[in-house]
């Protein structure tokens, strides 16, 4: 087995491969021994280090969402309105469309979450929690310039995400008639409703 860890590829390639896998393919072909194909290892191995699919689906998603991270952290701190800020957020949370790859992760990751054991379940509040403070801290800047209209921002950031996840899951999944400029349409008419300060 110290030989096969020694010959195993970097752990960010593993999870790479899943995610490329998945867009390419659909979550319903990544098994253990298709991915074991991809990244030239056994399944016993991958199980080795993932101890289950759960774990790896987990792991992959926790990847997924740190390159997100790294993105939603670009945005926020580039020198531009709160709104037009709070836009790109928007733009960055929703999915890309039907079978958006991360997205198929995140509820297929929930979705299992019924069984999920504690510590799995902290780190799946983990990811809501990041996106969460960030959404608040926006809208608390916004408040402060008087973009935004005095409300509760964590209240109002939790009502946005229900919102947008709402819309987010329609995209993922692809019913008939579900699109992404109407969508973002309808959230930024909320948004103007409900936080954008009178001129």
Known sequence: MAGARKNAPPREEVLAAAMG???????????????GREVGMSSGHLLYYFHSKDELLLRTLEWSEGRLGTARGRLLTRPASARDRLDAYVDLYLPDGPRDPHW??????????????????????????????????????GIARG?????????????????????????????????????????REFLADSLLAPR
């Open 147 to 187: 973009e935004f209209r005095p409300v509760d921002a964590d209240r109002f950031a939790t009502r946005l995400r229900c919102l947008v996840d709402g819309f987010s899951i329609h995209l993922a999944i692809g019913p008939r008639g579900t699109d992404r400029d109407q969508v973002v349409g309808h959230v």
């Open 21 to 35: 896998m998945i867009a390419e393919r659909g979550l319903e072909k990544l098994t253990m021994a298709a991915l």
């Open 104 to 141: 198929i992760l995140w509820l297929e990751v929930w979705n299992r979450s019924q069984n999920a054991d504690d510590r799995a379940r902290e780190r799946q509040a983990a990811i809501e929690g990041a996106w969460h403070r960030d959404l608040v801290a926006l809208l608390a800047e």
